[in-house]
């Protein structure tokens, strides 16, 4: 069974309060969306590979850490996804980005896949898979089928909200993929939405309703 990790840090318990909150103009959305997207990378980035390195300081030499080289990619599910892709890519500025474009039709509420456009090495990357929200959990299970067909092994997939029915699904779809999240919710209501969740992160995020 995959981990499913709640990060409690209340940075970012304050930022999810504020970025839930109905009067949350787009742009505070944005910002807190990034701020938050920063903090979550610390945790999930908690267990990357170091290696010595040898270094000068200005007054002695020393053995140093540095990471160790492993090659990392952060691929958002479009839209919601990008608004986390800045925050993580300023924490590590050596990964690359994937894009996996899919929408929720809104009758099935399953998700329809338009676009995927990866780097060409991403079998050989730990992939940070991002969405701030796992409602019914089919958008994330079918972004790690994309990228497990495209041969990537180590992969984790971080959101903000998370529906008990996502996670269940979630890792009965992909025992070995391990999932964080800022908060896991109470439910999901007949419409698919997550209760009390935040409302359509991608409609906030860019201001299309
Ligand atoms: C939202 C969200 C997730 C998906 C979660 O995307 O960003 O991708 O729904 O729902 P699920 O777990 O039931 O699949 P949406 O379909 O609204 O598209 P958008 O990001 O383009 O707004
Ligand atoms: N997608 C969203 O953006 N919000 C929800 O509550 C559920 C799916």
Known sequence: ???FQ?????LIQHKLSILRRKETSSK???ELVDEIGMLMAYEVSRDLPLEDVEIDTPVAHMTAQRLAGKKLAIVP???AGIGMVDGIYKLIPAA???HIGMYRDEET???VEYLVKMPTDIAERQVFLVDPMLATGGSAILG??????RGVKNIKFVCLVAAPEGVKAFQKAHPDVDMYAAALDDHLNEQGYIIPGLGDAGDRLFGTK
Do not use: A, N
């Open 1 to 3: 069974m995959s981990k």
């Open 6 to 10: 709640v990060v409690e840090h209340p």
């Open 28 to 30: 505070e959305f944005r």
């Open 77 to 79: 599910i479009l839209r």
């Open 96 to 98: 690359r980005v994937g």
């Open 109 to 111: 509420l399953k998700p």
């Open 144 to 149: 790690v089928d994309v990228l497990k067909k």
